[in-house]
């Protein structure tokens, strides 16, 4: 992890950038993984209180009347995106935007819009060129390490489940533990990153 170096006044400023915008993300992570987030928190350089100035925040702006229609604030609040292109699922064809995210360097956050601009999925993903965690086993299942993507690619057949808020999922699957034998395993995400395993 690294210090943000982007725009965005710390706590309570007027501004809203992309160190708010990651204690917005830290926030709901702080639920599993509270030790991880103060180390980011000491890293980024900001109080444990100022996570939940900028989620409210961050949910004023998703809320507010003067955002114009369902496009989501993004691009206001990180700038130009790192990439944009197509991405098809299923039938549906949805507008794939990704930023960087100081926090996690070889992740970005991606946002899944709809035609009209509706966000149909947000979550961090890896970097392409950067290279993924080596996943064999359970014990490879740290938190922080892996995407929900990773996770399915590497145990098929994983099965998702729903999780216990709109920014978690769960990961149904099977995988072998250091000795070989395979059980069933349930992980949860939020974000799109691994926070514990529930099984």
Known sequence: MREDPGPGTRGSGP????????????RRMADHQPGLVEDAL????????????????????????????????????????????ER???DLT?????????????????????????????????????PGPVLRTVADLRPWSCTVDEVARAFPPARPMEGTAPTRWQLAFTAPDA???RREHVAEFTWGLLQRLVR
């Not at 900028?54 to 990180?78: D, E, K, T």
């Open 94 to 130: 949805f507008e794939a935007a990704t930023w960087p995210v100081p926090l996690w360097p070889d992740l970005r956050f991606e946002v899944l819009a709809a035609p009209g601009g509706a966000v149909w999925n947000e979550w961090l993903v890896r970097a392409p060129g950067a």
């Open 15 to 26: 501004a809203f950038g992309p160190l708010q915008f990651q204690l917005v993300l830290l």
């Open 42 to 85: 000491r890293e980024l350089g900001v109080q444990r209180g100022e996570i939940r100035e900028a989620n409210r925040r961050w949910q004023a702006m998703l809320r507010s009347p003067r955002r114009g229609g369902a496009r989501p604030p993004h691009r206001s609040v990180l700038g130009p995106p790192e990439t944009t292109g």
């Open 179 to 181: 000795t070989g034998g």
């Open 88 to 90: 098809r699922v299923g």
